[in-house]
C-alpha cells in the first residue's frame, strides 16, 4: 500500500495568490514524486490542479463585497485507497450559478472522444477575457480526469453562496 | 530582425526566435501569471518576419527550412490558446513559400502530450514531426 493512501496531500484556506499556486504545485508535486505515482498520472494532476486553482484565482475576487472572507478559496487534495480527490470551493454570486452548473452539467453528459472535438472546436474560437482565460479549462479538467465534475453550493444569503467543485482522478491509468 | 530570447522560470518556458541562427525554439512549462502579457512579443515578432518575408528569405530556405522545435512538459488552457496562435502564423509563413517545419517533441511517458500535438495539428492544418525524447518523468 503507497505509503500516501488515504491522507490529506495538500490543502489551503486563504486568499490565492500566483505565489500561493506555486507554492501547493510544488508542494504537490514533491509528493507525488516521493511516492512514485506513475508520470502521467501526476501530469494528469497537475493540469487538473492548474485548471482550477487559476480558475479560483480568477474568480475569488469577484463578488463585489466588503467582506474580505468572501474573497476566500478552500481546497484540499487528498488520496482514498486508488482516486485522488480534489476539493475546491469559493464564493460566488447567486446570479452565475445556473450558468456556471449548466456549464459543467453539459461537459459531464460528453465522453471523451466528445471532450476532444468540443476541445477542438473550442480552442479554434477561443477569445483570451479580460481576466486571462480561454474558456478551456472545464473541458481540460474533464480530460484529464475521465470522472465526473462534482459540484454543490450552499446560499448564504440572498447575493452569495459558495460553490464547490469536486474532481476525482483514479491512480491508475483507466480510460472512459 | 531582433532575436527574441526569454529565459525560463517555473511558469514560463524559455523562447528563442532568432532568424540569424535559424533557431526558433519553445521548451518548458508554460503556466504565465499573464498570459497575454507573456506570448504578444512571440507573436509580434512571427507577425512583423510574415510580413517582411521577401524572395531573398524563400531562397535561402530551400534547402535548409526554418526549424520550429517545441518541448513542452506542460501548458495550461489560456496558454494553448496563444500556441494556436503561433502555429497559425508559422502556417501563413509556410503559404508565402518558405520551407518550414515544425517538430514537436514530447516526454516518452506522456502521450497525452504527444495527443496534443496532433489536436493542434489537426486543428492548424499543418503536418508536425513528432520526437520522443526519453524518459525525464519530472513535470
Redesign the interface.
Known amino acids: 500500500m503507497s505509503a500516501i493512501a488515504n491522507t490529506n496531500i495538500v490543502s489551503f484556506n486563504g486568499i490565492l495568490t500566483?505565489n500561493v499556486i506555486?507554492q501547493v504545485l510544488?508542494d504537490t508535486?514533491n509528493k507525488l514524486?516521493h511516492n512514485h505515482v506513475e508520470?502521467?498520472i501526476?501530469?494528469?494532476l497537475?493540469?487538473i490542479l492548474?485548471?482550477s486553482l487559476?480558475n479560483a484565482l480568477k474568480h475569488q475576487a469577484s463578488v463585489p463585497t466588503k467582506n474580505m472572507n468572501y474573497n476566500e478559496v478552500k481546497m484540499s487534495l487528498k488520496l482514498y485507497d486508488n482516486l485522488f480527490v480534489l476539493s475546491i470551493g469559493n464564493f460566488i454570486q447567486n446570479k452565475r450559478i445556473q450558468v456556471l452548473t449548466d456549464r459543467i452539467d453539459e461537459i459531464n453528459r460528453l465522453d471523451l472522444e466528445a471532450l476532444?472535438n468540443l476541445?477542438?472546436t473550442s480552442?479554434?474560437n477561443?477569445r483570451?477575457s479580460d481576466k486571462?482565460?480561454?474558456g478551456?479549462?472545464i473541458?481540460?479538467i474533464a480530460r484529464?480526469s475521465r470522472h465526473q465534475i462534482k459540484y454543490n453550493f450552499v446560499k448564504e444569503d440572498h447575493d452569495i453562496s459558495f460553490f464547490t467543485i469536486e474532481i476525482h482522478l483514479s491512480k491508475n491509468i483507466l480510460t472512459k | 530582425m531582433t532575436p527574441i530570447v526569454i529565459a525560463e522560470t517555473?511558469?514560463t518556458p524559455k523562447v528563442i526566435l532568432d532568424y540569424t541562427n535559424n533557431k526558433f525554439e519553445i521548451e518548458g512549462c508554460s503556466?504565465p501569471?499573464?498570459?497575454?502579457d507573456f506570448y504578444l512579443p512571440i507573436i509580434n515578432w512571427l507577425d512583423l518576419f510574415k510580413n517582411n518575408i521577401s524572395e531573398e528569405h524563400i531562397n535561402a530556405h530551400k534547402e535548409d527550412p526554418m526549424v520550429f522545435n517545441f518541448k513542452f512538459d506542460?501548458f495550461?488552457?489560456?496558454s494553448?490558446?496563444?500556441i494556436?496562435d503561433i502555429l497559425v502564423l508559422i502556417n501563413q509563413i509556410h503559404t508565402t513559400g518558405i520551407n518550414t517545419k515544425i517538430n514537436w517533441h514530447y516526454?516518452e511517458?506522456?502521450?497525452?502530450?504527444h495527443e496534443v500535438g496532433e489536436?493542434?495539428s489537426?486543428?492548424v492544418d499543418l503536418p508536425f514531426e513528432y520526437v520522443i525524447v526519453p524518459k525525464k518523468?519530472?513535470?
Not at chain 2, 501569471?33 to 497575454?36: A, H, I, M, S, T
Not at chain 2, 511517458?109 to 502530450?113: H, L
Request: proline share 0%; net charge negative.
Open positions: 500566483f506555486e510544488e508535486k514524486q508520470s502521467i501526476q501530469k494528469r497537475y493540469a492548474v485548471e487559476e476532444n476541445y477542438r480552442i479554434a477561443a483570451i486571462g482565460g480561454a478551456l479549462g473541458i481540460e484529464s | 517555473t511558469a503556466r501569471e499573464d498570459v497575454r506542460y495550461n488552457s489560456s494553448a490558446k496563444f494556436l516526454d511517458n506522456d502521450e497525452d502530450m489536436e493542434l489537426e486543428v518523468a519530472q513535470i
